[in-house]
Each structure stands twice: as structure tokens, then as C-alpha cells.
């Protein structure tokens, strides 16, 4: 019988296949979302599209925003995500990608559906990673060369060895400084040292076009201003050059309670006034927050109140339905130890907390750094870390505070009574940062951050997202121009709104180093242009 030869190329063409797939990834069966020849590059066999390996990357700290990418990128090497990046910029139909780090965005910001999550912390297991590396040089003195895969408690403890430490910190410190310094990475040492963006002086950035930059603020600037708290949009950070100094030994650690809110931000403004970090008698750290019956004085932050006095302050915060808590601290070391009773009695003259409701403690500069990992650990222990947190971050003028504290904090949150979760409010100086670099804050020469941190259950989150949403309507109606931190937007014309005179340069930036807006499509500046 004659051989029919339209039998024969089909087989020929599943023995092919068949070939190609024993050669090829194994074990992996690949979605179809990414282009086919993305198996044949050397990378391809550190992507991983297994379910699990997707699940675990399609979620985040908020644990309300759940998209899946098509496969996960593990890379081994900086080279990697250079050409897996450069693959996605030559190709027909580019996909997209985002940067994960440790994964405590709260709003989908690292995610990228049907895209590739490069998961940073896959450089720590390798060498060919930048590492952590503590060098001197005569014009910037002491400073760290870290990977931005690396967590801010790795970096302490590597550049502790040396006796140095950096000066600006996030409150938690199991974050990724790639991370933070894609938003700008903010705490109570912010009023004195200036966000973690402010204290950068080079970095390495794979760009949306897969090119690898070494900039500064001297070199290829602009990328340099754009990356700093660019919300990932402009290029992954692979290396952070950053600015060190003598580490201090001890910590003197105070918080002070007020039912006055006049009184409470009159005294922070006072304290963040005394700025010059190297004077005597300036603070090295100022946070506020807010203390009320839906929850308990010590929480997941640090359990700071000694036990024996919680009564006398849960009656307090009874009287008055609103405690505000000063907290501050004062670093000192060997030469400083006999004087730094007597700068603090000094600083604390003429304020206006409640008398006999100020508490002191005197700890190491490591345990006051990480302070918040005690509070984490219980509550993995308790299954209470893993749970839906719908946060609310803003960055608020100084001259509307008073409407804010009585429009929001009193008649919203207290009325409400859903709020168990910590309330964080305190000032910051804007000219410690520096309005070249894509961060955005208020205009006024000091703002405030209001930080609300829930905590909530799989079925209840929404109360919570309803209540952050009443306060940026309020805020709205009363023209209060608040600017998110940590900004989570749905539409271009709600992000306009946010970058106002900055947009225009953003979008220029975008268009120079990115594209084919490829990066960071969680953060949904650009997805519906």
C-alpha cells in the first residue's frame, strides 16, 4: 500500500515535539503564557511554573490581592535577570515582569499576572550575588555595598562587625533594600537622618531593557533619581551603595503619653526641630501613635509598657478615648554613656505629656533596631502573621492636622470602633529629602505620616477597606492633599493625581528606561495607557 504522506509528516512532527520536550525542562510543563523559545536560553532552567511555586508568589503580606504569573524566575546570577529581561524587550509580545524581594507589599505591587516574578531572594544562595561588603574610601568615607536581595537585618549585622551601621531604617527590618529604596523606606530615624533614599550614593540597575547601569548622582543621574523611590518602575536594583557610620553601642528608649493632640504634635514639631543629627542633645529616632480601647497598649510593634502599668493607662485611654504616645530614643556609646540622662532631662523640659505617664528603657542598638521581631515571631507562633492587612499609609500636610485628627481619628475611626491594629502618627522634615528622586510628599517644609497597620480575618477585611477608603474621601472633600506612601491606585488618572508636577518627568523616565512598560505591572501605574 502506498504511504500516504500526510500521516508521514504528521508523525515526523509529534516525534519532533516529543524530542524537544525530553530535552527541554524536563519536568516542567510550561503554561503557553510565555513565548515557546524562552526554553531554549540557559535561564530558562531556573524558571519554574510548578503550582506550588506559583502560589507562592501570588499573594503577599496584605493577602487581599491574588494574581498568578506564568512562571517564577529563581535567578543564580545578576545575568540572569539581564536576559531574561532582554528576551521579553526583543520579543514580538513582551510580558511582563516584577521584582519580588521579601514580599511585604500589601497591594499586589510585586506581583505580575501572566507574567515572571523574579525572586530576589534566590541571589542570597548563590555567589555570584553582590553580597554584603563594607569598604572606605576618602571622599564618602565608610560605606556598604549590598545586593538588593539582601535584608536590612543582614545588613546590620554584617556592617556591625565592622563597628558601623547604617542611619536610616524601616521599623521592621526583614525587608529587602531593593525593596525599600524602590519607595523610599521610612521610620522614626526619617526627621533626623532622612529616608533610606536620601542616604544612597550608587547603585546597579537592570533596566526595562535589560541593560545593566551603574548610576549615581553623578553618573547617569537620571536613572539614579528615577529608581529612588520609583516604585520599581524604571529597573531592578541588583546593588545599593550604602552610606555608613559609627555604630552606637546603646539605646535610651522613652515614651511619653498626652490626651492633648495640640500638645502631642506641638512637642514632636519641637523635638524634630533640633535636627542637626551630630549635636549633643538631638534625638536619633520620634515616632507617634495612638493609643485606644479597640486595642491592647502593647502590640505586635514591641510590647513596651511594663505589665504593671497597664491598668493606669488602659484608664487613661478610658477618660479620654484617645491617648497619643510620644516615643523617642537617644543613642549613645562608651563616651557618651555618663551624659545622656542629663541631654534627655534637658530635651524633656517644658513638654506636655501627662504627668507621671513617661517609661523608659535602656536597650542594645540591635534589640532597638529589631525590635518589631519579637512581636512577628508570636505571631507566627499564634497563625496570626499570615492574615488579610488592609494598611492605609499616608503622608499629611502639617497645616490640616487638626482637621485630621477630629474628621478622622475621632469622628470616623473611634465611632467605627473596628480598629485594633497599631495607628502610627509622626512628623518628618521635608528638607531631608531630596524632590529630584521620584518619592512624593507633601509640599510643607514639615509633614506628618499617618500609617493605619490592620490586622484582620480572611471574612472581614472589606470593613477595614471601607474605612481606609472613608478617610481618603474625607480628605478629599476637606482638600486635604495627602499623598499615599506605598500608594496602591486602580486607574493612570488616579496616579496623575499622585505625582501632580512630578508626573510629567515620571513618564519620561518610564519612556527612557522602560519602554515597553514591562517592570512592575503590579503597581498599576501604566497598565491601562
Known amino acids: 500500500m502506498a504511504e500516504n504522506p500526510t500521516i508521514t509528516i504528521c508523525l515526523m512532527a509529534i516525534l519532533l515535539i516529543t524530542r524537544l520536550a525530553s530535552t527541554l525542562g524536563k519536568s516542567k510543563p510550561w503554561t503557553g503564557f510565555l513565548p515557546p523559545q524562552i526554553q531554549t536560553l540557559d535561564f530558562a532552567r531556573h524558571l519554574h511554573v510548578e503550582p506550588d511555586t506559583i502560589k507562592s508568589v501570588s499573594s503577599d503580606y496584605g493577602n487581599i490581592v491574588h494574581e498568578k504569573p506564568a512562571a517564577v524566575l529563581y535567578p543564580s546570577s545578576i545575568e540572569d535577570i539581564m536576559s531574561l529581561i532582554k528576551f521579553s524587550y526583543n520579543n514580538y509580545t513582551p510580558f511582563t515582569v516584577a521584582a519580588r524581594g521579601h514580599g511585604h507589599s500589601v497591594g499586589g505591587q510585586a506581583m505580575a499576572s501572566n507574567g515572571v516574578v523574579v525572586d530576589m531572594m534566590s541571589l542570597r544562595n548563590h555567589k555570584n550575588g553582590t553580597g554584603i561588603t563594607v569598604s572606605k574610601c576618602p571622599s564618602l568615607g565608610f560605606y556598604a555595598d549590598v545586593g538588593g536581595e539582601q535584608l536590612w537585618i543582614d545588613v546590620l549585622h554584617s556592617t556591625m562587625e565592622h563597628g558601623f551601621a547604617p542611619v536610616s ?32 550614593y550608587e547603585m546597579d540597575v537592570v533596566t526595562g531593557k535589560g541593560e545593566l547601569v551603574t548610576c549615581s548622582s553623578h553618573t547617569n543621574s537620571e536613572l539614579f533619581y528615577a529608581v529612588l523611590g520609583g516604585l520599581g518602575q524604571f529597573g531592578i536594583i541588583t546593588r545599593a551603595r550604602i552610606a555608613l557610620e559609627p555604630a552606637p553601642k546603646r539605646v535610651k528608649w522613652v515614651r511619653m503619653l498626652y490626651s492633648d493632640f495640640s500638645a502631642f504634635t506641638r512637642d514632636q514639631e519641637l523635638l524634630i526641630s ?69 541631654d534627655l532631662q534637658q530635651l524633656f523640659k517644658g513638654l506636655s505629656f501627662v504627668a507621671g505617664f513617661k517609661f523608659e528603657k535602656d536597650v542594645s542598638f540591635v534589640d532597638f533596631l529589631n525590635r518589631v521581631r519579637s512581636g512577628e515571631q508570636k505571631l507566627h507562633s499564634q497563625g496570626l502573621w499570615d492574615v488579610p492587612h488592609p494598611w492605609l499609609n499616608l503622608f499629611l500636610p502639617k497645616s490640616r492636622i487638626l482637621d485630621f485628627n477630629k474628621g478622622v481619628f475621632h469622628d470616623l475611626v473611634l465611632k467605627r470602633n473596628i480598629t485594633t491594629g497599631v495607628v502610627l502618627f509622626y512628623p518628618m522634615n521635608r528638607k531631608k529629602w531630596d524632590d529630584k528622586m521620584s518619592a512624593v510628599i507633601p509640599e510643607e517644609d514639615i509633614f506628618y505620616t499617618v500609617g ?47 505625582f501632580g508636577s512630578k508626573w510629567r518627568n515620571f513618564r519620561e523616565r518610564k519612556a527612557q528606561f522602560d519602554p515597553k512598560m514591562m517592570l512592575s505591572p503590579g503597581q498599576r501605574i501604566f497598565n491601562d495607557i
Request: net charge negative; glycine share 8%.
Open 169 to 200: 531604617w524601616t521599623d521592621y527590618l526583614y525587608l529587602s533594600v531593593g525593596g525599600t529604596l524602590s519607595n523610599a523606606g521610612i521610620s522614626g530615624t526619617t526627621f533626623q537622618y532622612g529616608p533610606q533614599i536620601s542616604n544612597v
Open 452 to 498: 493605619f497597620l490592620h490586622s484582620s480575618g480572611f471574612n472581614d477585611w472589606q470593613a477595614y477597606d471601607h474605612q481606609n477608603k472613608d478617610i481618603l474621601k474625607f480628605c478629599d472633600r476637606n482638600g486635604i492633599e495627602i499623598k499615599q506612601y506605598l500608594p496602591h491606585y486602580n486607574s493612570n488618572k488616579e496616579w496623575i493625581n499622585h
Open 274 to 342: 533640633i535636627n542637626g543629627w551630630k549635636q549633643k542633645n538631638a534625638l536619633d529616632y520620634l515616632e507617634g501613635s495612638l493609643l485606644m480601647a479597640q486595642g491592647p497598649p502593647n502590640n505586635w510593634r514591641s510590647s513596651f509598657f511594663p505589665s504593671s502599668d497597664i491598668p493606669k493607662i488602659m484608664s487613661l485611654v478610658t477618660q479620654h478615648a484617645i491617648i497619643y504616645c510620644l516615643e523617642v530614643a537617644k543613642y549613645y556609646d562608651d563616651g557618651t554613656r555618663h551624659t545622656v540622662d542629663k
